[in-house]
């Protein structure tokens, strides 16, 4: 079994556009958020729904696929790990951030069509 101290897997949507920044060294970073949604019926009989919105990174080659393969809106399969990280806003507050390291991904339900797909 490979190793699974810190890895995180997930399915969902592409809830903004994937951004891209290059840094002064050239090593690039993408950052987007990704929404999993799941259902369940509550002890009265209704349908509730549940959606979970993840930061998700991903550095160098796999920044630039993203940015030019993913958009909002695209279902795909992550698999990274769990890191957190805190930062000083303007005002001098602490703030905590936690984000998932894409390691790999891949696109997940049907291709869109085309006008010079035939079907």
């Known amino acids: 079994m490979r190793n699974l101290r810190n890895t995180v897997q997930l399915i969902g949507n592409v809830g903004q556009a994937p951004e891209l920044k290059t840094f002064d060294s050239g090593t690039k970073k993408v950052s987007f958020s990704l929404a999993t949604n799941e259902s369940f019926t509550n002890a009265k009989g209704e349908k509730i729904e549940d959606t979970q919105w993840h930061n998700i990174i991903a550095w160098g080659k796999t920044a630039e696929v993203i940015e030019k393969h993913v958009s909002k809106g695209k279902q795909i399969a992550i698999e990274g ?32 069509k085309t006008e010079t797909t035939p079907f």
């Open 81 to 112: 790990k769990l890191t957190s990280r805190s930062y000083d806003d303007k005002a001098g507050n602490k703030r905590y951030i936690t984000e998932i390291v894409l390691n790999e991904f891949m696109f997940i339900g049907a291709k869109p």
